[in-house]
């Protein structure tokens, strides 16, 4: 019985993470699509440019 128990929870586990897996590349995936779009829409002038190193930077930062 104890052994069935600890089966289940395993299994459990690895859907739980394999879950979480999907959600984290989904999010990824979002969040690389709106640093695109965002540097598409920048205007021209002396302000704040969204250049690769704070891109990176930002990518570095994400939870």
């Given at each position: 019985?104890?052994?069935?128990?600890?089966?289940?929870?395993?299994?459990?586990?690895?859907?739980?993470?394999?879950?979480?897996?999907?959600?984290?590349k989904?999010?990824?995936?979002?969040?690389?699509?709106?640093?695109?779009?965002?540097?598409?829409a920048?205007?021209?002038?002396?302000?704040?440019?969204?250049?690769?190193h704070?891109?990176?930077?930002?990518?570095?930062?994400?939870?």
């Open positions: 019985m104890d052994n069935k128990l600890k089966r289940r929870s395993l299994l459990g586990g690895l859907g739980i993470a394999a879950a979480a897996l999907v959600v984290a989904a999010t990824t995936a979002t969040q690389k699509q709106n640093l695109d779009v965002t540097a598409s920048e205007p021209d002038g002396d302000g704040y440019r969204l250049t690769e704070i891109k990176k930077y930002y990518r570095t930062t994400t939870i």
